[in-house]
């Protein structure tokens, strides 16, 4: 049995390299042409389901696998036509870049090579885009999801001290309370849950018919709670609600976590990297004036998944919420063990992939103008289909437009059931892929244009589909 895993015929590994690159190309290059999505056959499933392998196969065969029973049945984000929940689309220089990552194979939880020298450039990019202090650290995390969790810990380390890291909760002798509005991600309810202060000690806020938090009403809570010797400890502002896309007022938010002391977390997953496009960077002015910011280059960055992130402003508090000192991770003074920044200093993870040169890649290669404007136009092709949506009497809105979010329905007498059916038959023909939610107890289509790729006719084939597809539901005609 061979101990080596490398090819034994390296000439030959590159021709089906070069194959398996070029298949990717074409499959990027002829997106348009192929259905958004295709529900798996029962025989591709059953085909995932064999024992383990023992003897070695072909690369060449098991590349033919993934092309006829992966690729044509993956989750549809990359094509233009996806405008489901808030996903982006991805890019051939991130793909390359991610092959790059993994050929290199580094691990970037700590040690001294140039792989943690590009995510401190991106980290260094970021800051400045965000207009933090040079102090500020940042890091990758998989996605928005664990950089509110890493933020939600390093609040509550400023509010209880190191001493909580060691004897928990129980130990700080208070209850631990935070406030985001009504319309927050259901992530950072779960990020308190996991940090063991319990997703019912978040306050959700009522919001105002912009869907923004509601300030007056945030103090009155903060004030209840701090009556009723509770520790308020973070305000989580919203830069782009995960439904309609709102933003909270950031700078009122920035004001009253000064004055009553309160870590202002920012979660930015959706909307932060509006900063990139100079016509929405003034929407999120005092996001500057956050302790931390989570947000996602994988959404609006256009980055391959993951690529989540996470900016805090002071440093040292943030090394002080994870450092340890374990014996095996002892740092030189010289040499591969030497480095000041040891990024499993500042969240979970030990070992660590190198997401950081996705974007790096990116952010060399468009540069941050070329984001800024898709950036930019995905929010014109939102405002595009609400003055669609506004003209057509069949159809209603059901939102205001902030950003690259529209919120509408097909108007019926059973709206529910039509609605959720129109979206079903749309995912089902493959062309455009919207997602339902539900907002002030209404069912609404939901359309997040997020992927660079969308285009004009992407967002009128939604229009056409659904109008087509409440016709066909309707006993009208076919779909
Ligand atoms: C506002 C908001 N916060 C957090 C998240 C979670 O981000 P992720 O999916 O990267 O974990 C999302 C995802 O859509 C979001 O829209």
């Known amino acids: 049995m061979r101990s080596n895993l490398d090819p034994d015929d390296w000439s030959a590994m590159r021709v089906q390299g070069r194959r398996m690159l070029d298949d990717m190309f074409d499959h990027l290059q002829g997106l348009r042409g192929e259905p958004l999505w295709r529900a798996p056959p029962a025989a591709v499933r059953q085909g995932f389901r064999e024992p383990l392998p023992q003897a070695p196969a072909d ?68 800051r400045e885009l965000l207009g933090f202090p040079n102090g500020a650290t940042g890091l990758f995390l998989t996605g928005a999801s664990q950089a509110n969790f890493v933020a939600t810990l390093v609040a509550r380390t400023r509010a209880l001290g190191t001493y909580v890291r ?18 927050v991600h259901g992530c950072v309810g779960r990020a308190l849950d996991m940090a063991g202060i319990g997703g019912n000690q978040l306050r959700r806020i009522p919001v105002d018919s912009g869907h923004r938090i509601q300030v007056p009403a945030l103090r009155a809570a903060i004030d209840a709670d701090r009556a009723a010797g509770n520790s308020p400890f973070m305000i989580v502002g919203t830069a782009g609600t995960v439904d309609v896309g709102a933003i909270d007022d950031l700078m009122a938010l920035a004001d009253l976590a000064q004055e ?24 999120l002015a005092g996001i500057e004036r956050a ?20 900016l805090v402003r002071d440093g040292e508090l943030h090394r002080r919420a994870f450092v340890d000192d374990a014996q095996y991770l002892r740092r030189a003074k010289q040499g591969l063990a030497a480095g000041e920044w040891w990024p ?54 059901l ?25 079903e038959i749309l995912h089902r023909g493959g062309g455009v892929a919207p997602s339902l939610t539900r907002l002030d107890g209404r069912v609404a289509i939901r359309a997040a244009i997020v992927n660079h790729r969308t285009e004009s006719r992407d967002i009128e084939a939604l229009v056409a589909g659904v109008l087509a597809a409440g016709r066909h539901l309707e006993g009208e005609r076919p779909a």
Not at 166 to 183: N, V
Not at 264 to 283: E, K, T, W
Not at 406 to 419: I, M, Q, S, T
């Open 166 to 183: 060691s004897h928990g909760l129980a130990g700080g002798g208070t209850t631990l309370t935070a406030y985001a509005s009504q319309a």
């Open 291 to 310: 302790d931390s910011i989570a947000l996602d280059w994988h959404k609006w960055g256009q980055a391959p998944y993951d690529a989540g992130f996470l």
């Open 344 to 397: 499993c200093d500042y969240g979970p993870d030990l070992s660590r992939s190198f997401r950081a040169l996705k974007v790096w890649f990116s952010l060399k290669t468009y540069g941050a103008a070329a984001l800024g404007a898709v950036i930019e136009h995905t929010c014109a092709l939102a405002r595009d289909l609400a003055a669609q949506v506004a003209a057509e009497p069949r159809l209603e809105l």
């Open 59 to 126: 690369l060449a065969q098991v590349h033919q696998l993934f092309m006829e029973t992966i690729r044509p049945y993956s989750s549809g984000n990359a094509h233009p036509g996806f405008m489901g929940w808030v996903q982006g689309g991805g890019t051939v220089v991130g793909m390359l870049a991610e092959m790059l990552a993994a050929g290199l194979n580094a691990n970037l939880g700590g040690r001294d090579h140039a792989p943690l020298e590009v995510e401190q450039q991106v980290v260094a990019w970021t």
């Open 260 to 283: 009553t002391g309160i870590h202002f977390h920012v979660d930015g997953a959706l909307g932060a990297l509006a900063v990139l496009a100079p016509s929405l960077a003034p929407r």
């Open 399 to 423: 939102a205001p437009v902030s950003l690259n979010i529209v919120c509408f329905r097909h108007r019926a007498a059973d709206p529910e059931r039509l609605n959720s059916d129109i979206v």
